[in-house]
T-cell receptor, first 112, second 114 residues
């Protein structure tokens, strides 16, 4: 059974810092891995999708990497801003089924 | 961009009422999903559908049913709402298997049952 864990559970940083969020999964047979952002009381916004054949994906100040063999993904946020404050979730689809397995989430607070 | 639209942001219903949550996607996706999200429990899959009139139970289907009469619309039904169904409900869609383009979520419906 696929299990997805995120570390740290919460993170508080001053504006401008570069930071790394971690995601670990137990079953390396994945199609892809997706990072989401969730603002309080809102839905999930897709940030990055990494296919199993890729090593990384970039979008603006965000960079996500994937190491299937070690069961890890990282989300790197450069030059953090207060607007980056949110909960970040990683998720992988269950092979052979249609559902996503979500990580436990990292709650990020960026202070001005 | 794919858009997944949930018809209500906030709903307040009484215990015992029949409740309909509606979700529409505009990119011809085969798959649609309903999740609920609760503090400390994360996101849990209620039901999903991989085609019109097809449905599969997720992890917590008890107390819910679904309807998919058209490809773009997926409805979640609470047959007799109870207070333990107070939650955030999230709809999502994906192409077949979600393998290439990922999943897209709606903005959520916060349901309160009193």
């Amino acid at each position: 059974k696929q299990e997805v864990t995120q570390i740290p559970a919460a993170l508080s940083v001053p504006e401008g810092e570069n930071l790394v969020l971690n995601c670990s999964f137990t079953d390396s047979a994945i199609y892809n891995l997706q990072w989401f952002r969730q603002d309080p009381g809102k839905g999930l916004t897709s940030l990055l999708l990494i296919q199993s054949s890729q090593r990384e994906q970039t979008s603006g100040r965000l960079n996500a990497s994937l190491d299937k063999s070690s069961g890890r993904s990282t989300l790197y946020i450069a030059a953090s801003q207060p607007g980056d404050s949110a909960t970040y979730l990683c998720a992988v689809p269950v092979v052979g089924f249609q559902k996503l397995v979500f990580g436990t989430g990292t709650r990020l607070l960026v202070s001005p | 961009d794919v858009k997944v639209t949930q018809s209500s942001r906030y709903l307040v219903k009484r215990t015992g009422e029949k409740v309909f949550l509606e979700c529409v996607q505009d990119m011809d996706h085969e798959n649609m999903f309903w999740y609920r999200q609760d503090p400390g429990l994360g996101l849990r899959l209620i039901y999903f559908s991989y085609d019109v009139k097809m449905k599969e139970k997720g992890d917590i289907p008890e107390g819910y049913s679904v309807s998919r009469e058209k490809k773009e619309r997926f409805s979640l039904i609470l047959e007799s709402a109870s207070t333990n169904q107070t939650s955030m409900y999230l709809c999502a869609s994906s192409d077949a298997g979600g393998a290439w383009y990922g999943y897209t979520f709606g903005s959520g419906t916060r349901l309160t049952v009193v």
